[in-house]
């Protein structure tokens, strides 16, 4: 199929179906609520804008977007650290040290996945978000039998890229 | 973990991307993003109007609703309101106070302050003394420009013989007014005020470099407005009558005056850019709408401005709730206005 599709015919399921789980995903990324929405949207809004040639898998098309304008986002962005303070801890705090123990640790774990190839760090987010090994394929556009070995290799970048910025901990 | 197997450094990472998990009780809500979304695909920009709005002391808003009862010399010609119940009932068509009848008028008492930005919500708080409100995150876009104003008072005074004067031109027969309500001083107070303002286009230069939406939005509280009348002084009555001047019927003046009496902030926008002696000021709403909805808190009103093209320019909403008075005001869709008034928590 080479003329691009009729989007709008799709958006309103889209948005039903896929919005609230692509704007968790992004969450993992950004760390903060009312950003993590607007960049969801603003995946939505490049699928209306320009939509790929099929109506194929536009959830993974969806998704794939999400991700790298996270990532892309977070990579850019200046305020960082304020946003990142705004985030919510999504456990008990027991104490300041404490939470600003896990505050860091967030954001060493989100400068390493910045740092990743976006299709590794799309493989960790993704299975972190408790999608299956056929959901991420699918996702993802990958080769189902191949994404096991695929998030291996993910995972031991994600674990070489902390131990060089961090050290062993 | 130099040498560590395959499964253990997956473990490892699948325990630090753990912390990243989204708050469990956030829940993004799809159909305010779907409505956001419609509102970009149509392009809106932002009208002149509004901008002018904003000039005008935030805090006289509130309380203009009752110039509606009292209306000024300035109060539009030839309005026509959209009076809907929650299904559509009935146009109503707004007329002039009858020529040569001195209108009540309005008078503030003391000046209006303009608003004084506030840092935050602490900072709010602490100048009104009560807990201001705003939407759940995330509903509108970014955090809002806070600032308060004092409470605010006007008030009127009644002249029986120019109502009974005004009813018979406006041809109101069987109505009269009574005489013990000569001289009655009406005042309308309302507490301090908090004025939140969300500028969508500021967040789209910022993160999205996209083209500026001209989105804004303004949240006016106070707490519920007080009405001083003369021990005896039946203010329903008195409303149900001003309201027939203006040509409303008597079933639908009862019922509106009855509103009125027990918040008159709903009547805001009628009056809002008409009151004011701003230069300029003309009939915003010589093309507005209103309507009655239902709002998870309860009944509100609903006003659109049109254009002369027909298509809206601005939407306002007024609602209460048994502890605050509420008028947000926005370039936003009716549906997404709707949506952000429910979420105010």
């Known amino acids: 199929m080479t003329s691009k599709i009729e989007i709008a015919d799709h958006l309103d399921a889209l948005f039903a179906a896929e919005y609230n789980k692509l704007t968790r995903l992004i969450y993992r990324v950004v760390g903060d609520t009312g950003w993590a929405e607007e960049l969801a949207a603003e995946a939505f809004w490049k699928l209306h804008r320009n939509p790929p040639s099929s109506d194929h898998n536009l959830a993974g098309w969806l998704y794939r977007t999400g991700i790298r304008l996270a990532l892309d986002n977070l990579k850019k962005r200046k305020r960082r650290a304020h946003y990142e303070a705004l985030a919510p801890a999504p456990a008990a705090i027991q104490s300041p040290q404490q939470a600003f123990e896990q505050q860091e640790q967030r954001s060493r774990v989100r400068h390493v996945l910045v740092a990743l190839k976006s299709e590794r760090a799309a493989l960790i987010l993704l299975r972190s978000e408790g999608y299956s090994l056929a959901e991420i394929a699918s996702i993802l556009s990958l080769n189902p039998s191949s994404v096991g070995t695929l998030l291996a290799r993910a995972d031991l970048a994600f674990r070489k890229e902390y131990v060089n910025r961090y050290g062993e901990r | ?345």
């Open chain 2, 1 to 345: 973990m130099e040498n560590a197997n395959p499964e253990d450094i997956s473990r490892w990472v699948a325990s630090q991307t753990r912390l990243l998990e989204a708050p469990a009780e956030w829940r993004p809500d799809w159909e305010i993003a779907l409505t956001r979304f419609h509102v970009r695909q149509m392009g809106q920009t932002p009208p002149a109007m509004w901008r002018r709005w904003l000039a005008v002391p935030a805090g006289v808003a509130l309380f203009v609703g009752i110039v509606l009862l009292f209306p000024a010399g300035r109060v539009t010609a030839q309005q026509f309101w959209q009076f809907l119940t929650v299904r559509q009932v009935a146009f109503i068509k707004v007329k002039d106070w009858p020529e040569g009848v001195p209108s009540p008028g309005i008078n503030l008492i003391g000046r209006p302050i303009p608003p004084i930005p506030a840092r935050d919500l602490d900072e709010a708080r602490w100048r009104v003394n009560y807990n201001p409100r705003l939407p759940r995150f995330g509903v509108l876009s970014g955090s809002p420009r806070l600032s308060t104003t004092f409470s605010v008072s006007a008030g009127t005074v009644v002249h029986v013989a120019d109502l009974q004067l005004a009813l018979s031109k406006a041809d109101v027969t069987g109505q009269t007014v009574p005489a013990q309500w000569e001289g009655a001083q009406l005042t309308l107070h309302t507490s301090g005020i908090v004025i939140a303002e969300w500028s969508e286009r500021a967040l789209d230069d910022l993160i999205l470099k996209s083209p500026p939406s001209g989105d804004e939005t303004v949240l006016v509280q106070s707490l519920p407005l007080t009405l001083s009348v003369p021990s005896g002084f039946d203010f329903t009555a008195y409303s149900a009558l001003v309201l027939r001047v203006l040509g409303v019927r008597p079933a639908e003046a009862q019922q509106m005056a009855e509103r009125a009496g027990t918040a008159p902030a709903w009547l805001v926008p009628l009056a809002l850019g008409c009151h004011e002696a701003e230069p300029g000021c003309n009939n915003l709403w010589a093309h507005a709408t209103m309507e009655e909805i239902r709002l998870n808190s309860g009944l509100g009103t609903l006003v659109q401005e049109s254009g002369d093209d027909g298509a809206v320019k601005r939407v306002t909403l007024l609602w209460s709730v048994p502890d605050r008075v509420y008028l947000l005001s926005g370039t936003l869709s009716r549906e997404l206005m709707i949506a952000t008034a429910n979420a105010v928590q």
